[in-house]
């Protein structure tokens, strides 16, 4: 299936409910994720792909959403007038996509498009934050994780920019 935007309504038939609850439960982000949140985000979840060269977000429009790559490969890329588009992280299967949906103004800081073909779940970001902000427990056990992601695209950043400017990244 192919889609960019969730339905309005995220009801998952018995079925749907098993395989995200598995698959979220599987994937390296949700990694020891208390059990009992589990039916919190079944609920703001959905299965999603994108064809190879599919945007998936581009920056500047509004964040709502994150994504937990199941397969293929996603490239992070930021564009630069008069030089084009410009790649920043490629990233894949156990990694995730989209963290500008936690913090406002709520916007894409860069653009995303799939590299070959992807399957993810879509996690309906604006709607996490509010369980987060009703349940603090529950937002910081994503907020932890979130900062993992956060700090390792940092990292990878310096690292490129390292290398693009001909020193060596220890």
Known sequence: MIT???????????ETTHRLAAAL??????????EQYLPTLV???MEVGF?????????GDMANRFYLIESGRVQLETHIRDHGDVPIQAI?????????????????????RALEPVRAIFLYGSRLLVHCETDRNFGYELMKRTAAVLI?????????LLKARGFASG
């Open 4 to 14: 960019t935007e969730p339905n309005s309504s995220l009801t998952h038939d018995t």
């Open 25 to 34: 439960r599987a994937h390296p982000f949700l990694h020891g994720f208390p």
């Open 43 to 45: 609920e703001c979840a």
């Open 51 to 59: 064809a190879s060269g599919e945007q998936i977000f581009r920056e």
């Open 92 to 112: 894949g299967a156990g990694d995730v996509l989209g963290w500008s949906w936690l913090f406002p103004p709520y916007y894409w800081h860069f653009d995303a």
């Open 152 to 160: 390792q695209r940092l990292n990878s950043t310096r690292r490129e």
